[in-house]
């Protein structure tokens, strides 16, 4: 039974790294978009300084809407990142009960042996 104890931990020990490092990764990637589609639009509207006519009012609705993206982008990922963390730590806490109920098996068959 020790054996089996020893597997379950270094499984438990491989899925809580697995978690953490799946979790980190989402987090930077979604920090790097955001951070990508703001020099996307500071290069868009540094190329042309329109003063005036249509030309200003599309850059101007297309400064708008990018805002607006990244903005959008930036909450979802703040969501994103909490329905992740609630989800990694529902999960290492189910292993870990896991890892208890077999420990209270194997002293269980201990006593009955």
Do not use: C, H
Not at 1 to 28: G, H, N, P, R, T
Not at 52 to 71: N, R, V
């Amino acid at each position: 039974m020790e054996k089996i104890l020893e597997y379950i931990d270094a499984w438990v020990k491989y899925q809580k790294e697995f978690m953490e490092s799946w979790l980190k990764s989402q987090k930077e990637f979604m920090e790097n978009w955001i951070a990508a589609t703001r020099k996307i639009q500071e290069s868009m509207l540094s190329m042309g300084m329109v003063q005036e006519g249509p030309a200003k009012e599309i850059l101007t609705q297309y400064k708008s809407w990018l805002t607006k993206m990244e903005e959008s982008s930036k909450a979802l990922t703040d969501e994103a990142g909490k329905v992740q963390e609630t989800w990694k730590n529902t999960i290492e806490k189910q292993m870990d009960m896991g890892r208890e109920m077999m420990k209270n098996f194997s002293e269980l068959f201990k006593k009955a042996a």
